[in-house]
């Protein structure tokens, strides 16, 4: 079975700290994926990558910026956390071409910005 | 603008009865369908999918039918069953890889 393991289930942190959310994943997906989840938006893409040190914008990168460094691990970063980025934060990973493999999702994170 | 859109925010049905949720897309473009499901305090885990060039997929219980001049797929579970109340969410995908549109998602409650 796939395991996407998100390192925290519940963050708080202060307006203008710099966040870091960590995502790994134990099945040698190629592709993983950062989301946030809203009330009434559903999920919306944030950054996603298909492969080491390769990242590529998705509908809401403004505010985020992505590491992956190993092929297993994919970290979203928040350079100056605002209170409009208090939300859920999934992460996602899957194997093989681009577009057409189910993604497997981690736990998430919701994390909150007073 | 939201390029995938399930209309209906929650839906309830009779245990064994049929559960209909619909997604609705606006892009031509999406050449693949998926539903995932989604429990409280939990990631969604994917559940069944559709390419662009078929018009149904059936796993069990699952159903997924798309019609793509209407830009509709449906998900059909049949008989319905209380451990299937959760939210559904429909993704739509592009082969190119740079579109993954998800839906708002649909609360689904199944009533014993």
């Known amino acids: 079975d796939v395991k996407v393991t998100q390192s925290s289930r519940y963050l708080v942190k202060r307006t203008g700290e710099k966040v870091f959310l960590e995502c790994v994943q134990d099945m040698d997906h190629e592709n993983m994926f950062w989301y946030r989840q809203d009330p009434g938006l559903g999920l919306r893409l944030i950054y996603f990558?298909?492969?080491?040190?390769?990242?590529e914008k998705g509908d809401i990168p403004e505010g985020y910026s992505v590491s992956r460094e190993k092929k297993e691990r994919f970290s979203l970063i928040l350079e100056s956390a605002s209170t409009n980025q208090t939300s859920m934060y999934l992460c996602a990973s899957s194997l093989g071409d681009r577009g057409n493999q189910p993604q497997h999702f981690g736990d998430g994170t919701r994390l909150s910005i007073l | 603008d939201q390029q995938v859109k399930q209309n209906s925010p929650s839906l309830s049905v009779q245990e064994g009865r049929i559960s209909i949720l619909n997604c609705d897309y606006t892009n031509s473009m999406f050449d693949y369908f998926l539903w995932y499901k989604k429990y409280p305090a939990e990631g969604p885990t994917f559940l069944i999918s559709i390419s662009s060039i078929k018009d149904k997929n059936e796993d069990g219980r699952f159903t997924v039918f798309l019609n793509k001049s209407a830009k509709h797929l449906s998900l059909h579970i049949v008989p319905s069953q209380p451990g299937d109340s959760a939210v559904y969410f429909c993704a739509a995908l592009t082969f190119t890889g740079n579109q993954f549109y998800f839906g708002t998602g649909t609360s689904l409650t199944v009533i014993p």
């Open positions: 990558s298909y492969d080491v040190k390769m990242k």
